[in-house]
């Protein structure tokens, strides 16, 4: 008796976790196919020949950067994509500063990645800040 309830319970627990395998799996588009077209990423050429800053749609540029990752996988970091004004592979994903508008590349290893180098604003921080005000902390 105390056998069958053993096995009982072990089917149960693999059908619960079959299902919720099933489940998660069929969960729609994912990666690059699971973002929507219409937000726009600022760009800025590192061609000092160049120097452009324009925005492109978020979707094609994570295209390009997955299209890049695949042409040469063992880049570390994100790759440059290909500048529609110089036609080089120098462009990158720039911020433009809400508080200040000046324009520096995305990313910062030891702070927040939209930290603007002039005023010190970072919209993340900004809006985590916002976040804890709201739940009392």
């Known amino acids: 008796m105390k056998n069958t309830i053993?096995?009982?319970?072990i089917v149960l627990c693999l059908l619960i976790a079959i299902g919720i395998f099933i489940k998660t799996q069929s969960g729609g588009p994912t990666g690059v196919d699971s973002i929507k077209r219409g937000e726009m990423l600022w760009m800025m050429c590192n061609n000092p020949a160049c120097k452009a800053n324009y925005q492109i749609d978020k979707k094609d540029y994570y295209t390009e950067i997955q299209e890049?990752?695949?042409a040469s996988p063992v880049l570390a970091g994100t790759p440059?994509?290909?500048?529609?004004?110089?036609?080089e592979e120098s462009i990158f994903r720039a911020v433009k500063c809400p508080n200040c508008e000046h324009m520096f590349f995305y990313g910062n290893p030891a702070d927040f990645d939209d930290r603007c180098p002039e005023c010190k604003f970072s919209k993340i921080e900004d809006d985590r800040k916002k976040r804890r005000e709201a739940r009392g902390g």
């Open 6 to 9: 053993y096995v009982v319970v």
């Open 68 to 70: 890049s990752m695949k």
């Open 80 to 87: 440059a994509i290909v500048c529609q004004t110089c036609n």
